[in-house]
């Protein structure tokens, strides 16, 4: 059983929906559950035959029923692991476990700094009841071991991984520029993901006020888009701004940028950056979290300090005179952050878990109606 705080499109949810689409793949039984109301990436799982269910926390208020009714689902099914990504997924599950004997494994994701005291002390509290943790990197890890307190021998890391044939460009650059109103000729610098205040946007659109020959394409939705909106009206950045929201075909759209950004002020090991090298794009971000465990600053990519709008700027222009960046970038996915990479690594520990396990997942038998 898979265990996320939602299914919208972002690079959590399109990870759990790799690793689950990879193992159904090898024959395992899954299900993936959400703790909020389900998502479009729950809807894509369940298209493709793989069962999902949202258990439909609107409220906080309502913490003790979506406990309950994942508590009764793990009761009638009991799975032999279940892994839970995020805060909310992370201690729902381990208090909704507690007892049947099913091991839980609690995945981190990111360095937050911005966590809160509550949600620390609450981690803590409910740590032990998890058998164990994974972390999308080795910074993320040693912060889940100082701040959350996690035991060092109950922590994995498995990176996020991408099949680097699905992001290779299929020579649509013109044709993508068309359709999104850009200059077929024109200077592009891109962002995918979520628009969430940690991604620190308007720091890029401060640097690409500094580059006005350069377009800025940003690709995603969020709490954010409003604000961000506003301010590339107030900077009178006007048309060399392309918000896009949400897309369903994110390949396609990196084919028309000549560089990617990624200016977060802290982050795990984020999938977006993961995707942009894998589509041979040269990348610039930040230095912060886990980002230069796949970044080799002027090997494969430029990395500069957060907050830095100058820096970013002049990171992008070189970035953009060094094709050779993205070439290495792609060989680095290939050769050490793949898709299949990462779903190895979790099936070795689920497996390794499972055989420990009393409970076990009915041979044969389809995922029972919560």
């Known amino acids: 059983m898979l265990v996320l705080t939602d299914s919208n499109r972002g690079g959590t949810p399109h990870r759990v929906a790799a690793?689950?689409?990879?193992?159904?793949?090898?024959?395992?039984?899954?299900?993936?559950?959400?703790?909020?109301?389900?998502?479009?990436?729950?809807?894509?799982l369940a298209a493709e035959g793989i069962a999902t269910f949202g258990l439909d926390l609107r409220s906080p208020w309502l913490a003790p029923v979506a406990l309950w009714r994942l508590r009764r689902f793990l009761r009638s099914w009991r799975p032999d692991v279940v892994q839970s990504v995020l805060w909310h997924a992370n201690v729902v599950a381990r208090l909704a476990a507690l007892g049947t004997g099913i091991p839980v494994v609690s995945g981190y994701e990111s360095i937050d700094d911005g966590k809160s005291r509550s949600r620390v002390l609450l981690d803590r509290a409910t740590l032990r009841l998890a058998t164990r943790h994974v972390a999308v990197?080795?910074?993320?890890?040693?912060?889940?071991?100082?701040?959350?307190?996690?035991?060092?021998?109950?922590?994995?890391?498995?990176?996020?991984?991408?099949?680097?044939?699905?992001?290779?460009?299929?020579?649509?650059?013109?044709?993508?520029?068309?359709?999104?109103?850009?200059?077929?000729?024109?200077?592009?610098?891109?962002?995918?993901?979520?628009?969430?205040?940690?991604?620190?946007?308007?720091?890029?659109?401060?640097?690409?006020?500094?580059?006005?020959?350069?377009?800025?394409?940003?690709?995603?939705?969020?709490?954010?888009?409003?604000?961000?909106?506003?301010?590339?009206?107030?900077?009178?950045?006007?048309?060399?701004?392309?918000?896009?929201?949400?897309?369903?075909?994110?390949?396609?759209?990196?084919?028309?940028?000549?560089?990617?950004?990624?200016?977060?002020?802290?982050?795990?090991?984020?999938?977006?950056?993961?995707?942009?090298?894998?589509?041979?794009?040269?990348?610039?971000?930040?230095r912060v979290g886990g980002i230069p465990e796949i970044v080799a600053d002027g090997k494969n990519g430029l990395l500069v300090p957060p907050g830095d709008p100058q820096g970013l700027a002049s990171a992008i222009a070189a970035a953009a005179q060094r094709p050779e960046l993205g070439e290495k970038a792609r060989l680095t996915v290939q050769e050490h952050f793949s898709e299949e990479a990462m779903v190895d690594g979790y099936e070795r520990l689920w497996r390794e878990l499972a055989t420990r396990s009393t409970s076990s997942v009915p041979s044969g038998g389809a995922v029972p109606e919560p």
């Open 137 to 286: 990197s080795a910074a993320v890890g040693e912060r889940a071991v100082a701040r959350e307190r996690a035991r060092p021998q109950d922590l994995r890391v498995i990176t996020n991984g991408r099949d680097v044939e699905r992001w290779a460009p299929r020579g649509r650059r013109d044709e993508v520029r068309d359709g999104l109103g850009i200059p077929v000729g024109a200077r592009v610098v891109g962002w995918t993901g979520r628009l969430h205040p940690v991604k620190d946007l308007p720091t890029l659109l401060r640097a690409v006020a500094l580059l006005p020959s350069w377009w800025l394409l940003v690709v995603g939705e969020g709490e954010e888009g409003v604000r961000l909106r506003g301010l590339a009206e107030e900077m009178g950045l006007g048309e060399r701004v392309v918000f896009t929201g949400e897309v369903d075909d994110v390949p396609r759209v990196l084919e028309a940028f000549d560089v990617f950004c990624l200016p977060s002020r802290w982050e795990g090991l984020p999938g977006s950056l993961v995707e942009a090298m894998a589509a041979g794009l040269p990348v610039v971000a930040t």
């Open 19 to 44: 690793v689950a689409r990879g193992l159904s793949a090898r024959g395992w039984q899954l299900v993936v559950v959400t703790v909020k109301p389900s998502g479009p990436v729950s809807e894509d």
